[in-house]
C-alpha cells in the first residue's frame, strides 16, 4: 500500500502554473463543510498533493441522472481545484462499488460470474459520464481490487478494540468511539429509534454495524481471518480511500444520503484504524436530484437513465441542467429544465459563432467567473457571468469583444463548457445518418446555386425546413442546426 502511494507520489511531474499569478490574490476557494455546518476558506495539507474522495456508483444497472450528480458537481470542483493548484497536483479518487447483493442476484438471474456484471454496467457509466463532460478521475478503485487492504484494515480495527467477531461477522464496536455521531449529529438514541441501524443478535449494541459478514451461499467469497466471507460497504471506502490516496484526504464528497451511516462509519472506521489525527479535512455533500417530487432513486422505480439521456440531448445541454442550480440545493428535473439549458447553450454558442473572426485577447477566466466558482461552487452565478460576458462580446467596442471572447471561453472552459466548434453545438441532436443525409443535401443545394439552378435549390431549402432544419448561408458556404431538436 505505502509503496503504492510513493510510487504514484513520484510519478507525479512538476506543477505547471495554470494560474496566472496576478489573479491568485483575488479570492480564496471557500468550500461549505457539511462536519463545520459552515462555508470555510480551503486550504489542503499539501499544496502539491491535493487530495478529493467521492463515493461512487453501485455498477448492477445504468446510472440515472440522479447518480449522475455528484459525479457533475464534483467534477467541476475536481477542475477547479486543477486550476489553481495545477493538473498534476491534484488526486481524485472516486470508487466503485462492485461488490453488492443486487450484482449477486443480477450474476445468479444470468448465470455469469459478477465481473461480467460489474464490467458491463462499468464500461457503460464511465461512457455515460464521459458524455456528460466529466474527467475520468485520476484513480477509479474498486472493491474487488482492494480485498487485502479492507481485511488488513478490519485486523486493525479488531486489534485497536474498535471491533469485534461474533458468528462469523465482525462489527464496529460503536461504544467504544466516543466521537460517533458527530458529523450527521444524529444522537445514538436517535439512530436506533429510527430504525436506521439492523437488530441483530450477535451485536454489542444496536448501532453497531457489519465490518465483515458471511455470504449467502452461491455468492463470491474471500478468505479473512474471520472465516470465509465478505467486506461490509463502508469499510470498502476507508480502505480504498487509504490505498488510492492516503490518509487523511483534503475532501471527501457524496450525495447528501450518504452522511447517516455511511459517512459516519466511514470516518469512525478510518479514525480508529490508526488515522486519529483526522479523516477528511472537507465533507461535502450534493442535494437530490428529484424526479415529480420525490427523490430520484432505483427502489422508489422513478428514474431517468444517464445512458438513455446522452442518446437524446447533447451531453452539455445535460450537464448544464445538472449544475443550474447550486449543488447543495435540491434539483427538480424536468423536460423544460432540458429544453432551458439546451437554449442558455445556444445563446452562449450563438454569441461565440458571430464573433468567429474576433480574436480573444486573454486566456483567462473573468475575475467575478472566478469570485462565484470559488465561492462554494456557486454555478448559478458563474454562468450568469457567462450571459454577462456572451453580451459584452455581442455589443462592445473591439477590445471589450477580444477581452469577452477570451474570458467567455476560459471561464466556460474552466467548469466544462464551450469547448466545441460552435458548428458543431448546432448540429448537435441529430443521428449520424440524418446528419450525412443533410451534408448531403446541402452540398447539392450549394452546387445548385452556383449553377444557377434555383428551383432545385428552393426545393433542397424547402426539403430541409420539413427536416426541421435552418440552413445559415455565409460567404464560405452554409451552415446548419436542427430548430427544434427531440428530447
Ligand atoms: P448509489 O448508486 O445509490 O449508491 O449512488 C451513487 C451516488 O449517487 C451517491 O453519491 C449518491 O448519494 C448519489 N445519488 C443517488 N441518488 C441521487 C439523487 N436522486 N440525487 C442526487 N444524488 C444521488
Ligand atoms: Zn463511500
Redesign the pocket.
Known amino acids: 500500500m505505502a509503496s503504492l502511494r510513493g510510487a504514484l507520489y513520484m510519478r507525479r511531474k512538476p506543477i505547471p502554473a495554470t494560474r496566472d499569478p496576478s489573479i491568485s490574490v483575488a479570492m480564496p476557494l471557500t468550500l461549505y463543510d457539511t462536519m463545520a455546518r459552515e462555508k470555510r476558506a480551503f486550504a489542503p495539507r499539501d499544496p502539491k498533493r491535493v487530495t478529493m474522495y467521492v ?4 455498477v448492477y444497472n445504468y446510472a440515472h441522472i ?2 449522475a ?2 459525479v457533475v458537481v464534483f467534477d467541476v470542483l475536481f477542475r477547479v481545484l486543477r486550476y489553481l493548484y495545477g493538473d498534476d497536483a491534484v488526486l481524485y479518487a472516486a470508487n466503485v462499488t462492485d461488490v453488492d447483493d443486487k450484482i449477486n442476484a443480477k450474476a445468479q438471474a444470468e448465470g455469469v460470474p459478477i465481473a461480467t456484471i460489474t464490467d458491463r454496467y462499468l464500461a457503460a457509466y464511465n461512457n455515460d459520464m464521459a458524455q456528460l463532460g466529466a474527467l475520468r478521475p485520476t484513480f477509479q478503485p474498486k472493491a474487488t481490487e482492494t480485498m487485502d487492504g479492507i481485511i488488513a484494515m478490519i485486523g486493525r480495527l479488531v486489534e485497536n478494540r474498535a471491533a469485534y467477531a461474533a458468528e462469523g461477522h465482525v462489527l464496529f464496536n460503536t461504544q467504544a468511539f466516543a466521537d460517533y455521531g458527530r458529523l450527521s449529529r444524529h444522537p445514538m438514541d436517535d439512530m436506533i429509534a429510527g430504525a436506521r441501524v439492523d437488530i441483530a443478535p450477535y451485536k454489542q449494541h444496536p448501532a453497531d454495524f457489519v465490518l465483515w459478514k458471511p455470504s449467502k451461499p452461491g455468492d463470491p467469497v474471500w478468505d479473512s481471518p474471520w472465516g470465509q466471507g465478505r467486506p461490509g460497504w463502508h469499510i470498502e471506502c476507508s480502505a480504498m480511500i487509504e490505498e488510492a490516496l492516503g490518509l487523511p484526504i483534503d475532501i471527501h464528497g ?2 447528501v ?2 452522511i447517516f451511516p455511511h459517512h459516519e462509519n466511514e470516518m469512525a472506521q478510518g479514525l480508529c484504524a490508526d488515522h486519529a489525527e483526522e479523516y477528511a479535512r472537507f465533507w461535502m455533500h ?1 442535494g ?2 428529484n424526479f415529480g417530487d420525490e ?3 432505483k427502489s422508489l422505480g422513478n428514474v431517468v437513465l444517464a445512458h438513455d439521456l446522452v442518446k437524446q440531448v447533447p451531453g452539455e445541454a445535460l450537464r448544464w441542467a445538472l449544475l443550474v442550480g447550486h449543488y447543495r440545493a435540491p434539483l427538480e428535473w424536468t423536460g423544460d429544465l432540458i429544453e432551458q439549458s439546451r437554449k442558455s447553450l445556444d445563446r452562449l454558442y450563438g454569441a461565440l459563432r458571430r464573433a468567429q473572426d474576433v480574436t480573444s485577447s486573454t486566456s483567462e477566466p473573468s475575475r467575478k467567473f472566478l469570485a462565484a466558482i470559488e465561492d462554494d461552487l456557486n454555478t448559478p452565478q458563474a454562468m450568469a457571468e457567462l450571459f454577462a460576458l456572451a453580451s459584452e462580446l455581442e455589443t462592445g467596442d473591439a477590445a471589450v469583444r477580444a477581452r469577452a471572447k477570451g474570458e467567455l471561453l476560459a471561464s466556460g472552459g474552466l467548469i466544462g463548457f464551450l469547448q466545441a466548434h460552435p458548428d458543431v453545438w448546432f448540429q448537435g441532436g441529430a443521428d449520424e445518418d440524418l446528419k450525412a443525409r443533410i451534408d448531403a443535401l446541402i452540398v447539392e443545394r450549394v452546387t445548385a446555386r452556383r449553377e444557377k439552378d434555383f428551383a432545385r435549390a428552393d426545393a433542397i431549402r424547402a426539403e430541409l425546413t420539413a427536416m426541421n432544419v435552418e440552413v445559415m448561408d455565409n460567404p464560405t458556404g452554409a451552415t446548419w442546426r436542427i430548430k427544434d431538436p427531440a428530447s
Open positions: 463515493c461512487g456508483p453501485t440522479g447518480n450528480r455528484p457524496g450525495g444520503d450518504l450534493n437530490f436530484l427523490k430520484m432513486s
